[in-house]
């Protein structure tokens, strides 16, 4: 069964940093490209940020780009997401999974909450 454990928000300042880790198992890590997602209240969620199954291509949404890093490390079965220069829109509650476009998503983690207060 595929389990997915987000850590790593919080509460940080305006222009503050983060980094999110997500802990997978249930599945061969290394296949599937895998991504971050977010959703606002009130909002639809998102994808953030995309990244291969060996690391090798990266992809981002525009209203991150330049400011996320998505990283991943197979021998860990973990996904990484550094957040730098954090503004109030990136508040959310942020999901990690597989990336929706590959595969046909069942199932979603708690996610892990992160505020940035201006």
């Known amino acids: 069964q595929v389990q997915l454990v987000e850590s790593g928000g919080g509460l940080v300042q305006s222009g503050g940093s983060l980094r999110l880790s997500c802990v997978a198992s249930g599945f061969t890590f290394t296949v599937y490209p895998m991504a971050w997602y977010r959703q606002a209240p009130g909002k639809e969620r998102e994808l953030v940020a995309m990244?291969?199954?060996?690391?090798?291509?990266?992809s981002y949404a525009d209203s991150v780009k330049g400011r996320f890093t998505i990283s991943r490390d197979n021998a860990k079965n973990t996904m990484y997401l550094q957040m730098n220069s954090l503004k109030p829109d990136d508040t959310a509650l942020y999901y990690c999974?597989?990336?929706?476009?590959?595969?046909?998503?069942?199932?979603w983690g708690q996610g892990t909450q992160v505020t940035v207060s201006s």
């Open positions: 999974n597989q990336d929706h476009r590959f595969v046909s998503i069942q199932k």
């Open positions: 990244i291969t199954g060996r690391g090798e291509t990266t």
